[in-house]
């Protein structure tokens, strides 16, 4: 009596916590592996589903895409070459950093249904980061140096270095770095200065890390920031207001010495004066009974 009454506790329990039914795990839910080596993705389940479970493995890679890796017991075609299925793991002969993500092992059977997750990470090291560092800006001006790395996995971190010496991350926590307004992300490389001042100045490089290899830093190059020059601004202006007084006195000069033409005058114009023949039939010689005529000027 007190034997069946503990173990009807103990079915309640493992009713209560999900223990026991229908269940299905892994032995290791975040599995690493260099590149070009094979590794084995565990997954067991409970004989609840039955002895014709259902096993199928489904992939999503790092940007959100799924697909299915083992589908109604084999391989699909993208991994029929390097992917087996022993009883319910996954087996790769060889991984690439394209199998960097998630994979899921979903089990159905006798009308039920469970998973579970296990996460890659293809181990690559970093290739010597591509960074690019702006040779001069005025000071005041707002400057980004960048830094990336497409080869590593997992993602690199970044740091960067000035005159060699590494920057801190947060500036304003480093006694010496107080006074530093840039802002360095160690995700995506960039290191920015939003308001450039003289002592920003110096020979800048990066530097990409993650846990499969050594460093890799890139060449860099020197950041100047220069001084807006005052001076050659007003030299400019004081050439160019000279050049405009000389432009207004060479013609003021050539005018004078009557070196440009002078407006010309008009000329009067012929004016014609018709008189007609005089009635009284006498008058002059030159009166013949015709009409003279006779040229005049306006005056």
Not at 36 to 55: E, K, M
Not at 140 to 167: E, I, M, N, Q, T
Not at 281 to 293: A, I, L, S
């Amino acid at each position: 009596m007190f034997v069946s009454g503990l173990v009807s506790v103990a079915l309640f329990l493992l009713a209560a916590t999900g223990v026991g039914g229908f269940t299905v795990s892994t032995s290791n839910s975040d599995v690493k592996v260099k590149e070009n080596l094979g590794i084995d993705l565990a997954c067991t389940f409970s004989g609840d589903f039955g002895s014709d479970a259902r096993v199928e493995w489904k992939f999503q890679n790092l940007k959100g895409s799924q697909v299915y890796v083992i589908f109604d017991g084999k391989p699909t075609a993208p991994y029929a070459s390097r992917v087996t299925m022993y009883n319910s793991n996954l087996r790769f002969s060889s991984v690439t950093r394209k199998d960097n993500g998630v994979y899921d092992c979903e089990v159905s059977g006798s009308e039920k249904f469970g998973e579970a997750r296990v996460k890659l990470t293809v181990l690559v090291p970093p290739s010597a980061p591509l960074c690019r560092v702006t040779p001069s800006v005025t000071t005041g001006k707002s400057a980004v140096l960048s830094c990336h790395d497409s080869d590593g996995s997992p993602p690199p971190k970044y740091r960067w270095f000035k005159d060699g010496v590494p920057l801190p991350t947060d500036p304003s926590k480093t006694a010496g770095y107080k006074n530093a307004t840039y802002k360095l992300n160690v995700d995506n490389g960039n290191l920015e200065f939003p308001r450039t001042v003289k002592m920003d100045s110096g020979q800048y490089y990066c530097e990409a890390s993650n846990e499969a290899g050594p460093p890799q830093r890139c060449k860099g190059g020197r950041l100047e920031i220069r001084d807006l020059n005052t001076g050659g601004i007003v030299a400019g202006v004081i050439v160019a207001l000279l050049l405009v007084a000389l432009l207004v006195f060479g013609v003021w000069y050539a005018n004078k010495k009557g070196y440009l033409p002078k407006k010309s005058e008009s000329k009067p114009k012929p004016s014609v004066v018709y008189q007609p023949t005089s009635l009284n039939g006498g008058g002059d010689d030159d009166d013949d009974g015709d009409f003279k005529q006779k040229s005049s000027f306006v005056v």
